[in-house]
């Protein structure tokens, strides 16, 4: 049981430059979370997925576009980045409120 | 919009208690939770409460909700170094969609 996984670890951008940051939970959770993380402003909602089929618009999804795969997989893609999406990207998988889990995270440099 | 809001940062001393506080704006709130982040690592679920509970206790861990105020607390007992880290308060609002909205952290640094 490997939890949810992200992948890749690290990546560094050019600007305008495109990339698919990629989660997949074995935990059968219906819910799954993208968040990013800036210093000092704890992690912000920037797309979900509340069950398969379904996607919605978080805080902050300009920039951003999502895909629900299939019930395990959930991927954010960045199709012309800029400096500002520099951040750390969790994923985020719940089934019931006590099982939010989330991956180890992305670390995005856009140069 | 809901707003979580927590002190930046928090020095102990080993062996003392740390009382990490967060307040929440959001009255539909229904699960607050707390977070562990370690350097260069994910998010560590470490407890939660239901909103109408007032206190829940899980070893060294209390955490106090006043919902009156909209006043969560983490009492660590005992503070350890490896409890040296970030800790984020989030709350679930079951009315808009499952969402967590979580806090800035709190930077909790414990001296030995």
């Known amino acids: 049981n490997a939890g949810v996984t992200q992948t890749p670890k690290f990546q560094v951008l050019k600007t305008g430059q495109s990339m698919t940051l990629q989660c997949a939970q074995d935990?059968?959770?219906?819910?799954m979370y993208w968040y990013r993380q800036d210093p000092g402003m704890g992690l912000r909602l920037i797309y979900y997925?509340?069950?398969?089929?379904?996607?919605d618009k978080g805080e902050v999804p300009n920039g951003y576009n999502v895909s629900r795969l299939n019930k395990r997989e959930f991927s954010l893609r960045l199709e012309s980045a800029a400096p500002s999406q520099t951040s750390v990207y969790f994923c985020a998988s719940s089934e019931a409120p006590q099982d939010a889990d989330f991956g180890a995270g992305t670390r995005l440099s856009v140069l | 919009g809901e707003d979580v809001e927590q002190s930046l940062f928090l020095s102990v001393r080993e062996g003392d208690s740390s009382v990490i506080n967060c307040t929440y704006t959001d009255s539909s709130s229904t699960y607050l939770y707390w977070y562990k982040q370690e350097p260069g690592a994910g998010l560590q679920l470490l407890t939660y409460?239901?909103?109408?509970?007032d206190m829940k206790q899980d070893q060294r861990l209390t955490v106090l909700l006043n919902k009156k105020d909209k006043h969560l607390s983490l009492r660590i007992a005992d503070t350890q170094t490896g409890d040296s880290a970030i800790y984020f308060c989030a709350e679930r609002d079951y009315n808009a969609g499952n969402m967590l909205t979580f806090g800035g952290g709190t930077r909790l640094m414990v001296k030995p």
């Open positions: 935990m059968n959770h219906n819910s």
């Open positions: 997925s509340a069950s398969e089929g379904t996607t």
């Open positions: 409460i239901f909103s109408n509970m």
